[in-house]
């Protein structure tokens, strides 16, 4: 399937995240200054957290509680809409003003081509993209979507007689493909929980993700291989006015 690209998309966040299989010590102390300089190019503002790990071991002693210190490298976009963030144990990228697939693509695997050039013998254990698309619409019935969204997700609003009770009803669906999963989660989370709903607002959040041992060939195969099963999820969920919708709002 082809990038589907819309004037005006729904994506209230996109997600794209490494663990690493060991902790990269140097990391928890400093970052390397040819990181720096390529995140730099995409991510010139620097916010860097001293971060508290705490430990509990448990013996036949009882328990004891050990604490150190190690470092969150932030890096955010000039508008902030961008963070780019590497600790000792992860990276990822997020975005709340997301534009097209490939931008999103490319300002990961930069940061993460860095990581493997700088740390060669780099391994991880689990990564994966999330996308969360938020539709809003402004009027109407907040508990009526069929003219928005696939009619089959919306079976929830069936199950109670009086519908004006409901504060939250969220989905979830989840799919082993074999050599990855993804996760589904749908439906009105409710800015103003534990009130009832009174917002128009419905949540698409899909998230693929493999765990196990990867290496960068894997990461580079997975990313669009993820972005195609969110994308199909997605455009499965949406109705042809819900698009007419997005794709005028420019």
Known sequence: MEEICYKTNPI???????????????LEKEIPKIIVEKIKENFPIAENKEL????????NTGVKQSDSKLM?????????????????????????????YQIFH??????????CET?????????????????????????????????????IFEVPKDK?????????LEFNYGDYNLRFQYGMHNPDYPATIKKKVFILDLDA???????????????????????????????EKYRELINKNG
């Open 72 to 100: 969150e490298w932030n890096f955010y976009n000039k508008e902030r809409t961008k963070r780019l963030c590497i600790t000792s144990n992860n990276a990822f990228i997020t975005q709340m003003q997301y534009t097209t």
């Open 12 to 26: 209230k966040e996109a997600i794209a995240k490494v663990d690493f299989l060991s902790p990269i010590i140097q």
């Open 209 to 239: 993700y493999y765990s196990g041992l990867m290496n960068k060939n894997d990461i580079i195969e997975y990313f669009p291989k993820f972005h195609k099963s969110i994308q199909e999820l997605f455009e499965n969920s949406i109705t």
């Open 106 to 115: 490319d300002n990961f695997m930069r940061m993460f081509d860095s990581l």
């Open 164 to 172: 004006l009770f409901i504060s939250r009803a969220l989905h979830n």
């Open 119 to 155: 740390f060669p013998e780099l391994q991880i254990k689990r990564f994966g993209i999330r996308y969360i698309n938020q539709i809003s619409i402004s009027s109407g019935n907040p508990l009526s979507w069929k003219t928005y969204l696939n009619k089959k997700l919306l079976s």
């Open 52 to 59: 508290i790990a705490r430990k509990l071991q448990i013996s």
